[in-house]
């Protein structure tokens, strides 16, 4: 807030603009940055067996066995169970907590304290009033709306988990306004300014990143092209076997035969070079992401246009508010015309 202060802008709507543009990138980079490193970046980029890469001398974290796909799926349960359920609680808490400590600090200072039986006016004047405007209120929503649309493939069950907790929500800050703070004082507004911006650029990402999800970090793509590769009609027999691959390096293999050679997870050779099914299936990854993300942008696009922003019923009854308050206008000014005459 500070920063955005420094910059001087010339109105309030720049200073508002810059200053929810720049909490919302750094709650982003707060928020999404583990999710994003466990969906794209851990396990990527560890090497193999005997030729391992390290960074400051340590080796990279891997996946578990499980892979990485479920390890996100877990962060993003625990995310939007264990988080959501304890911001509700301080919500719900923290004015029930400030009322206690100004009520012991003014009975310490003047010997009074208000309680149900004070008259109302006292009551309500000595509730808190840190409420904070509706910012906190649409940074939480869209931070929110980011976990259920852009990592919605490793969590289907996410939009579900939110509107249950949307619905606590509702009743929680309907108790707050109503009980516990100060009632804030109302201010006019066009919409919801640079917030829809942010909005469609998350829709956005999500195609995206869910486009990448699917495709590089769960194994459906890996088992499509399995059983189309290998005709496999019965099922997946042998896909695990076929996604590991030989390596010499007994000492640190968990996987390992009689003769030294280990088993880890890649398509690699003897000598640990890519083969030849590790490209056909990073060909196939693409085209899946270049067919998916225009498919759901081409389909996107032709609702926006197919589905007006706003029903025709409600536009003609604008239109028809228009018309009357212009004639209004002109009839006024035409009485007037006649008076200034006379």
């Known amino acids: 807030r500070k920063l955005t202060h420094w910059e001087m802008h010339r109105t309030d709507s720049d200073y508002e603009f810059n200053l929810t543009l720049k909490m919302y990138l750094f709650e982003f980079v707060n928020y999404y940055s583990a999710i994003i490193y466990i969906a794209f970046f851990k396990g990527r980029f560890i090497g193999y067996p005997c030729h391992y890469d390290k960074l400051f001398g340590y080796r990279q974290e891997e996946c578990a066995i499980g892979g990485c796909f479920y390890e996100l799926a877990q962060q993003l349960l625990i995310i939007l169970l264990g988080k959501q359920m304890f911001s509700n609680f301080m919500e719900f808490v923290k004015p029930r907590i400030i009322l206690c400590i100004e009520n012991w600090r003014r009975k310490r200072k003047y010997g009074t304290l208000v309680n149900e039986q004070s008259e109302q006016w006292k009551t309500d004047y000595y509730q808190c009033d840190d409420y904070e405007g509706m910012f906190t209120e649409y940074l939480e929503m869209v931070i929110q709306f980011g976990f259920i649309t852009v990592f919605v493939a490793a969590m289907p069950l996410a939009p579900l988990l939110a509107l249950l907790n949307n619905v606590i929500e509702i009743r929680l800050d309907a108790i707050q306004f109503v009980v516990d703070v100060r009632r804030p004082v109302a201010m006019k507004a066009d919409g919801i300014g640079i917030w829809q911006n942010i909005l469609v650029f998350v829709v956005k990402l999500a195609v995206i990143t869910n486009a990448f999800l699917i495709a590089f970090t769960s194994d459906i793509i890996p088992q499509l092209f399995y059983r189309y590769r290998h005709h496999e009609s019965s099922g997946l027999d042998g896909y695990v076997n076929f996604t590991l691959a030989y390596g010499y390096d ?22 640990g070079i890519e083969t030849d099914y590790y490209y056909e299936l990073l060909v196939v990854r693409l085209a899946f992401v270049v067919i998916f993300e225009h498919f759901v942008f081409v389909v996107s696009g032709l609702i926006d246009l197919i589905v007006p922003d706003i029903p025709r019923a409600l536009y003609l009854k604008i239109k028809r508010e228009e018309y009357l308050s212009k004639k209004a206008m002109t009839d006024l000014e035409a009485e007037e015309d006649e008076m200034m005459k006379d």
């Open 250 to 271: 007994p000492d640190s293999c968990q996987f390992k035969n009689a003769s030294g050679i280990c088993r880890y997870r890649g398509y690699r050779d003897l000598d």
